[in-house]
């Protein structure tokens, strides 16, 4: 009798602990199940964010691409005169230049010499560089 008993209690203790098993399963399940959709969720998020941003990058990209046209554009418009080289002089060789009666915009090879013929040698070819490299002699 008292083996029975003990075997009873046994299986009384067994019941319990597959009850207990069965609740910790259900729960791990949920827990699965509840981190699926977490991990959906998360995707999802990252998807819609993703998208905005590549939405983002597609406008700045066109943007720059306008401008980019436009900037094309407006140089092709601009005369080859301009954009051939420099055309501006510091103000010293400027104002050196109109005390000799040189303007820059009517600027001859002759009319340069003569106007530079009062400088020392060093100063005309210091001027006549600086003229070259701003693109108003050749």
Do not use: C
Request: proline share 1%; aromatic share 0%; no cysteine.
């Amino acid at each position: 009798m008292e083996l029975k008993d003990e075997l009873g209690v046994t299986v009384e203790r067994l019941a319990a602990a597959a009850g207990l098993l069965e609740q910790a399963v259900e729960r791990l399940a949920q827990r699965q199940s509840d981190s699926e959709e977490s991990i959906g969720r998360i995707g999802h998020i990252v998807a819609t964010v993703e998208a905005r941003r590549e939405a983002e990058l597609e406008e700045k990209l066109a943007a720059a691409e306008a401008e980019i046209a436009e900037l094309r554009a407006a140089a092709a418009s601009v005369p080859y005169t301009v954009t051939n080289g420099r055309k501006t002089l510091p103000v010293a060789m400027a104002n050196l230049l109109a005390k000799q009666g040189v303007t820059v915009d009517s600027m001859e090879a002759g009319a340069l010499d003569v106007a530079l013929v009062s400088l020392s040698l060093e100063q005309r070819i210091a001027v006549k560089a600086q003229l070259m490299r701003a693109g108003l002699l050749g």
